[in-house]
């Protein structure tokens, strides 16, 4: 009882209560994934809305699964994101996973057969296509479009930058 006591009147408590307050916790208290960072949608549905919260308006409907958003901040489940067209709005964490994607942009290009950008050409693919993306190395990306696999130069796809 006495341990108790001596913990209960000292400082230490008080110090730790004011650093949670004022916002300088240590790093373990500190929330992981606070943007920015790359998601893609994990449904084949989700909603962007204009708020963090189910009683705001839905801007958007994403239908598809896989599509590359970047997170610019997180307020408890939602993440603010953006999109390749620059929308801005909410959406719910678990519509969303950090399977890394990215979306063809630009004009029709080449998907090659090695990583450096060489070799032949495997596939050609439009803008708006939407596939996994790997590592990225002196400007070029694995891209895998349903199982083909390849590699793309990284300003060809929105998401293969830093976010």
Not at 37 to 56: F, H, I, L
Not at 81 to 105: A, Y
Request: hydrophobic share 40%; net charge positive; charged share 20%.
């Amino acid at each position: 009882m006495a341990a108790h006591q001596a913990f209960r009147n000292s400082a230490f408590p008080v110090a730790v209560m004011a650093a949670l307050l004022i916002g300088i916790a240590p790093p373990a208290v500190a929330q992981a994934d606070t943007g920015p960072y790359w998601v893609s949608t994990s449904k084949a549905k989700a909603n962007m809305r204009v708020g963090p919260g189910r009683d705001y308006r839905i801007s958007w409907t994403y239908v598809r699964k896989g599509v590359p958003l970047k997170v610019l901040r997180v307020m408890g489940g939602w993440r603010l994101v953006e999109d390749k067209d620059g929308s801005r709005g909410w959406i719910l964490q678990q519509f969303l996973n950090r399977e890394r994607s990215g979306i063809v942009t630009g004009s029709i290009t080449g998907i090659r057969s090695n990583k450096d950008g060489t070799g032949r050409i495997l596939w050609r693919v439009e803008p708006g296509v939407i596939g996994k993306l790997g590592e990225c190395e002196a400007q070029w990306c694995a891209f895998d479009v349903d199982g083909r696999k390849g590699f793309i130069r990284a300003a060809s796809v929105w998401g293969a930058q830093k976010p």
